[in-house]
């Protein structure tokens, strides 16, 4: 089962006991699944997904006492519609009415309305983090911006194949999200995988410095080898200064130790600087000979 699919599940059973946040996600649900016939009135949903029709079915029939597994009789549809307080059947083009959704409650259950009719989030596990609600028209669309933007959630707006698409790009707001639909559990997961991710990027980052910083000890080491051999080959070691012959000394016999080290073993002790200072020196001496 997808991520998408486990949100929904869990948000199928997140039925609200209030009519008002009922009605709030039939609004949404009947926005982006929702299709009407006239002549006579009759509204049913235009979908294959039986967890959303399972999800409008309990909450018309917990809001509105009917059966809404078939298709609503013309009586009824205006009744929901004048509920809904939507003025035409034509629900392509609704835009939820902001009677609907003045208390947050019924905010957060319009949002989830809309991500259960026509929302997807890429797997946690993936290296990137996404999540969308594909609207039918750029209204709707500023409409859920504009309701995530009361949960402090910075949403942007994308066209793509006819539909405008919400979505959203970081972990954080996903979460965050996932909390104001009180999808809890799917929040807990994402949570758990984003901490994870997260550790071991922070091991893999230090394992690479790390890493980075021993090769380059070690090639710095490795030059230092060759300078002294040079040295000694051209004019030989004692015809260094005897701060320097030591270091030359020093560095032939210990050519894996770090710089701190081989200061330890001068006396008296040097430190990392004055080390790094004298192989400095006589590394120019190296380049001159060359």
């Known amino acids: 089962m997808s991520f998408s699919k486990e949100i929904k599940t869990e948000l199928a059973k997140q039925i609200s006991k209030s009519r008002h946040c009922q009605m709030a996600e039939i609004a949404a649900i009947l926005e982006l699944e929702g299709c009407a016939s006239m002549e006579p009135l009759s509204m049913n949903l235009d979908t294959e997904n039986e967890l959303l029709q399972e999800t409008y079915?309990?909450?018309v029939k917990r809001a509105f006492q009917v059966?809404?597994?078939r298709p609503i009789d013309e009586e009824t549809s205006k009744t929901i519609l004048e509920a809904l307080k939507w003025?035409?059947?034509n629900?392509?083009?609704q835009r939820a009415n902001g009677m609907l959704l003045q208390q947050t409650c019924c905010r957060r259950a319009f949002l989830r309305g809309a991500f259960?009719?026509?929302g997807s989030i890429s797997d946690p596990n993936t290296k990137s983090y996404h999540f969308e609600i594909a609207m039918r028209t750029?209204?709707?669309a500023n409409q859920v911006v504009s309701l995530m933007q009361t949960f402090d959630l910075s949403a942007k707006i994308v066209e793509r194949k006819n539909r405008f698409v919400v979505y959203l790009k970081?972990?954080?707001q996903i979460v965050d999200m996932l909390n104001v639909m009180e999808a809890y559990v799917s929040l807990m997961k994402l949570e758990n995988v984003r901490i994870l991710k997260e550790m071991r990027n922070t091991v893999n980052r230090k394992v690479n410095c790390e890493t980075a910083n021993i090769s380059k000890t070690v090639n710095a080491a490795v030059k230092q080898v060759e300078d002294i051999r040079l040295i000694e080959k051209c004019k030989g070691l004692d015809s260094l200064p005897q701060q320097l012959r030591e270091m030359a000394y020093l560095r032939l016999e210990y050519p894996d130790a770090p710089l701190k080290e081989l200061g330890t073993y001068l006396e008296p002790a040097v430190g990392k600087s004055g080390v790094n200072h004298r192989l400095r020196k006589i590394s120019a001496i190296a380049d001159t000979l060359r």
């Open 138 to 140: 750029e209204e709707q």
């Open 116 to 118: 259960m009719a026509a």
């Open 170 to 172: 970081e972990a954080e």
């Open 57 to 59: 079915v309990a909450l």
């Open 87 to 89: 003025e035409s059947p």
């Open 91 to 93: 629900l392509k083009e």
């Open 67 to 69: 059966d809404a597994s």
